[in-house]
């Protein structure tokens, strides 16, 4: 009977659904996490009789015809890039994008990473590095003698040097920004690697048109809805159910055959 693969199909496919559902629910609190959501195709039909052939002599054709369809498939799981709420942390080194563009980070295989995560930390040697200790791009060196380190909205940095009165300017921040950002492969450790599918990275200062602004002082929050996840889930959780129930229907159809005499 085809009605038993075709509920394992779905059942299947909410069982991935459940799986995304749970790993955006997990990062809720992650900074500069973007929720995914998975899409869904159709799987192929089984034509028992083709729409549009002869149905006689005198010309006439089947109206429509009879397809079966086979199932679901995992079509994609669609990464959402939409901007996060910014959360007020007072770290003179939290820095949050408002608008498009991720913040470049060299990683120890001499690639660079992608992160919407601003939560920077000083090196023993005084570089702004990640949580994870790899370098902002470009790198940045804040003197130990520094009593305040200050960031514009256009990514440039300054200091306030003990003894000194003018600032002094350390660097100036850049983002890199893609054609296609949910093409970009997501590592773990709220990096981002570039794909061809996300086309190659355009780079430039915070505020060039086309690029966001930074904030110093805030984080960009984790832009999971917990109501539409739990939403979400409730819908997967029924749905895996109702495939479940197709399956010991089907089961009870073929021991009812089984039992004619």
């Known amino acids: 009977m085809r009605s038993m693969s075709v509920a394992a199909t779905g059942m299947m496919a909410q069982q991935l659904n459940v799986e995304v559902i749970s790993n955006n629910i997990a990062n809720m609190t992650t900074t500069g996490f973007k929720r995914s959501r998975p899409e869904f195709q159709d799987l192929l039909y089984q034509t028992l009789r083709r729409g549009g052939s002869a149905s006689s002599q005198d010309g006439t054709i089947v109206p429509a015809g009879v ?5 679901v498939k995992t079509a994609s799981v669609y990464r959402v890039m939409e901007q996060g709420n910014l959360v007020n942390t007072e770290n003179r ?3 949050a994008i408002q608008g498009q563009g991720h913040f470049i980070v060299e990683l120890p295989s001499g690639e660079f990473g992608y992160t919407r995560s601003g939560n920077f930390q000083l090196s023993p040697d005084g570089e702004i590095v990640t ?54 492969e997501a590592v773990g450790d709220n990096l981002f690697l570039e794909t061809e599918a996300s086309g190659g990275a355009a780079f430039a200062t915070p505020g060039t048109a086309g690029y966001g602004t930074v904030l110093q002082g805030f984080l960009e929050s984790s832009n999971v809805n917990p109501v539409q996840e739990i939403t979400s889930l409730i819908t ?13 229907a089907s089961d009870e159809m073929m021991m009812t055959v089984t039992q004619l005499r």
């Open 67 to 71: 397809q079966v369809g086979l199932g």
């Open 93 to 95: 080194l939290d820095i």
């Open 131 to 184: 949580a994870d200790g790899y370098p902002v791009s470009p790198g940045i060196v804040v003197p130990p003698d520094t009593i305040e380190v200050s960031i514009n909205a256009d990514g440039m940095v300054t200091a306030k040097i003990e003894g000194e009165i003018a600032l002094r300017d350390l660097g100036q921040l850049e983002l890199a920004t893609f054609v296609n950002p949910t093409g970009l």
């Open 236 to 248: 997967a959780q029924r749905a895996y159910d109702m495939n479940s129930k197709v399956i010991s």
